[in-house]
């Protein structure tokens, strides 16, 4: 079945923020992680879920700490939390919280988080839609502390799990047994956060509704936005067009930018009825239909833009695609894309 969630993964900048809290810094993160060294200075760049996992990877290496993760938590804590946390803080229980946060979350990250009831048990895992390998340790453990976290503090009270399921092996850390205080079983299935389901059941003194009921909407809104609501195809030509004037647009280039593999790019094309021969024809047309409608471009300026390493090449391009020479093709469009 055809995964219509787009794999894009949006970071908001308290998470930059907490990072440099923590005591790393993006500049030496970024790199580590293959990933633009100023990616952090544009919170509206969406990066896929191979990229974030990278980041989340490269923040474990460089921190050098298996407990790290509660460094970066505390360092949320005096920055400031993301706005769907805020705002489930809000809820009217700690359940109430969860699925708020649930359902907010699915517009910034192509994951899901799954609630279980098994009785006295509440299992809360998640899953990555577009995830190739395993979650890294520091992001489940940092997913799994805010959610403790939120019910904390919604309810004033120190919650305490029924244990927490690893699926990596080791042993428990310090930081672990301390911050949940509850069995770590190592080596589990999945990943699981097994809260008792009378926790999930305590109100939040703090609850308000009138302000949830004007957050919500708003975040949603604000969230939906953001997300990429283009198809994958759209995308491939986008970065292709980037990229012609560097040269001959490779396959494999396009695949690492949107952080895919050539092989799901291509199939991913290929359900959308195109191929990337067909895609590339296209958006060096696209391209060049708006490069000519701005006068002020010349001509062998767009030639190189498209990538072609004459003006000749590109007339003869132009001619199979518009049936007439960029002059004349200009000329003819000049009331609908005015100098």
Not at 214 to 233: C, H, N, Q
Not at 241 to 254: D, L, N
Not at 291 to 298: A, F, G, M, V
């Amino acid at each position: 079945m055809k995964n219509s969630i787009p794999d894009k993964c949006r970071l908001q900048q308290s998470f930059w923020s907490a990072m440099e809290a923590s005591g790393l810094s993006p500049v030496a993160v970024l790199p580590q992680a293959r990933l633009p060294v100023t990616l952090h200075l544009d919170t509206s760049r969406f990066v896929s879920t191979a990229q974030l996992f990278a980041l989340w990877t490269a923040m474990s290496e460089l921190a050098g700490d298996p407990d790290y993760w509660l460094r970066f938590v505390e360092a949320t804590d005096s920055v400031g939390h993301q706005p769907m946390f805020v705002a489930a803080c809000y809820a009217s229980d700690f359940r109430d919280g969860v699925r708020r946060i649930a359902r907010l979350k699915q517009f910034t990250m192509p994951e899901r988080i799954t609630v279980e009831e098994r009785g006295a048990e509440v299992h809360i895992s998640k899953h990555w839609f577009h995830a190739a390998g395993q979650e890294p340790d520091l992001s489940v453990d940092v997913s799994f502390a805010f959610l403790l976290s939120l019910g904390r503090r919604g309810t004033g009270q120190r919650l305490t799990p029924i244990r927490v399921e690893l699926m990596r092996d080791g042993a428990p850390t310090a930081g672990q047994a301390a911050f949940f205080g509850c069995p770590v079983v190592y080596a589990s299935a999945r990943d699981t956060l097994v809260l008792k389901a009378s926790d999930l059941d305590r109100r939040f003194p703090g609850h308000n509704a009138e302000l949830i009921e004007i957050v919500t909407p708003a975040l949603e809104e604000s969230f939906g936005r953001l997300r990429p609501r283009i198809s994958f195809s759209e995308q491939v030509k986008a970065v292709l067009k980037r990229g012609f004037a560097s040269g001959r647009p490779e396959i494999a280039a396009v695949a690492r930018d949107l952080g895919t593999s050539e092989r799901t790019l291509q199939r991913r094309i290929t359900n959308e009825g195109g191929s990337f021969r067909a895609l590339v024809q296209e958006a060096r047309k696209e391209l060049g239909r708006k490069l000519l409608s701005d006068h002020s471009t010349d001509i062998a300026e767009v030639a190189c833009i498209l990538g072609f390493q004459d003006t000749t090449s590109f007339y003869r391009a132009f001619r199979s695609w518009e049936g007439c020479t960029p002059q004349v093709w200009r000329s003819r469009n000049a009331t609908l894309h005015p100098s």
